[in-house]
């Protein structure tokens, strides 16, 4: 079979709850905590004094399962709608896994999309495009440690937004770790299946992939070449907002909210850890990381004990201001702005996301200034022989928000963890 390459126009991983299935036997009720490590990682950590911002859908603060540690922030879609049945659905039941995994964290819900029982779901984000990079800043600026990005559509999200990635850096800057669920196309037609996603796509954010009882890729998940990890996805013990109670969900954007609550149990025990480092430590420890990467499940599912206790080894690394240079490179596995993903159906492999690539991209981009200067055009080429797909395939290499000492909220940047300044981190052994 002919390998072909995947450029993705526009985001395309819809991620619901109740549209991805598997074909495999329910796991039992309650599996994705000990399929993590959990129960033994509560020794270690529960999550004290970390609050965990779930951008969203907007939560049910009374909801049982959240336990009384939920707090609701603004809309960002300015609805006045928290009165009906199907408001905060899908927010809620994230949240609820959250604290599953991080039952001394907190929650903050910030609404950006709408559920989709919403009779103007088909609006979503759209009504507010910067919905989530205020939503994001918002968090950043009101004390989240950890910030969990369950969404993601077609509808909702046009593809690569600057703004949003100016938030994204202005919250890394201040320490806060980002996850995103890479969407659940996994199952879909050859070159549906690995299509370009935002927010997860973005660099920074740690994207998570579902996973099922065995450890392998869900049916519906993503394959990506920017997946960090994953997280368990199916037969999902969650909330139902539309009752006290819970009910078994799955999807990608479920694998995120435990990885955040993973990281919120890190974080309590090690806040001077970088997001580069707690990354780092979450790959190093998951389940299939000494056997190296893999396009559908990152480096495996996440193991909580283990990263914990591999999290107590690391010095914190210096703290620096943003650099004149500029970020925008993934500091994790992933596209680096040299997106180019090859594929055969669902059996993507990541290209260009070595310190190589960097380079040739910095060697272009050098070239491309001295015939500009020359007076000349030219019509560039990826590092790959191919063109680049424009924006949304990753423009964001040098991204306009990296300018000297520059905020994108018109706010001080003093020196604080900027992950995309630091050596890379060592080969997994």
Same mark, same amino acid.
């Given at each position: 079979m002919s390998k072909h390459i995947v450029t993705g126009a526009f985001l395309a991983a819809t991620l619901t709850l109740s549209t991805a299935t598997t074909a495999s036997a329910a796991p /039992?009720?309650?599996? $994705? %905590?000990?399929a993590m490590s959990v129960p033994a990682a509560h020794a270690i950590s529960q999550g004290e004094g970390v609050t965990v911002a779930v951008i969203d859908t907007g939560i049910r603060t009374d909801h049982p399962a959240l336990k009384g540690r939920a707090t609701e922030g603004p809309d960002f879609?300015?609805? @006045? #709608?928290?009165?009906?049945?199907?408001?905060?659905? =899908?927010?809620?039941?994230?949240?609820? +896994?959250?604290?599953?995994?991080? /039952?001394?964290?907190?929650?903050?819900?910030?609404?950006?999309?709408?559920? $989709?029982?919403?009779? @103007?779901?088909?609006?979503g984000r759209l009504s507010n495009p910067d919905a989530l990079s205020q939503a994001i800043a918002y968090a950043t600026d009101h004390g989240a440690d950890v910030i969990s990005l369950s969404i993601g559509s077609r509808q909702s999200f046009g593809g690569y937004q600057v703004g949003d990635v100016k938030a994204i850096d202005y919250a890394l800057s201040k320490g806060v770790t980002i996850f995103g669920a890479v969407? @659940? %196309?996994?199952?879909?037609?050859?070159? =549906? #299946? @690995?299509? !370009?996603?935002?927010p997860s796509a973005y660099p920074g954010v740690i994207t998570v992939s579902a996973s099922t009882q065995d450890g392998s890729r869900a049916s519906f998940s993503s394959v990506h070449s920017y997946i960090d990890i994953a997280a368990p996805g199916v037969a999902i013990n969650e909330a139902d907002s539309r009752s006290s109670g819970?009910? +078994?969900? $799955?999807? &990608?954007?479920?694998?995120?909210?435990?990885?955040?609550g993973v990281s919120a149990l890190i974080v309590s025990k090690y806040p001077d850890l970088t997001p580069r480092q707690v990354e780092a430590v979450l790959e190093r420890t998951a389940s299939h990381a000494t056997r190296g990467y893999s396009a559908e499940t990152g480096y495996g599912v996440i193991n909580a004990e283990a990263a914990l206790q591999a999290a107590a080894k690391l010095t914190p690394e210096e703290k620096v201001? !943003?650099? $004149? &240079?500029?970020?925008?490179? =993934?500091?994790?596995?992933?596209?680096?702005? &040299? /997106?180019? &993903?090859? +594929?055969?159906?669902?059996?993507s492999f990541k290209v260009g996301v070595s310190a190589v690539g960097a380079l040739i991209t910095l060697f272009l981009l050098l070239g491309g200034f001295w015939l500009f200067k020359s007076g000349r055009r030219v019509q560039a080429q990826g590092p790959w022989g191919v063109e680049p797909s424009g924006p949304v395939a990753y423009a964001q290499s040098v991204p306009p928000s990296a300018l000297p000492q520059q905020n994108p909220y018109q706010q001080p940047a003093p020196p604080e963890h900027n992950p995309y300044q630091q050596p890379?981190?060592?080969?997994r052994q």
């Open positions: /039992p009720q309650g599996w $994705e %905590l000990p879609l300015k609805a @006045n #709608d928290k009165s009906q049945p199907w408001y905060g659905g =899908h927010g809620t039941a994230m949240a609820s +896994s959250v604290l599953d995994v991080a /039952p001394r964290a907190k929650v903050l819900g910030l609404r950006v999309i709408r559920d $989709e029982d919403d009779p @103007n779901y088909q609006g969407g @659940n %196309l996994g199952d879909k037609r050859a070159g =549906h #299946d @690995n299509a !370009i996603s935002y819970r009910t +078994s969900g $799955e999807g &990608t954007s479920t694998a995120c909210a435990l990885a955040a201001a !943003i650099g $004149e &240079t500029g970020t925008g490179l =993934h500091f994790g596995p992933g596209d680096d702005g &040299t /997106p180019k &993903t090859y +594929s055969q159906g669902v059996d890379a981190p060592p080969p």
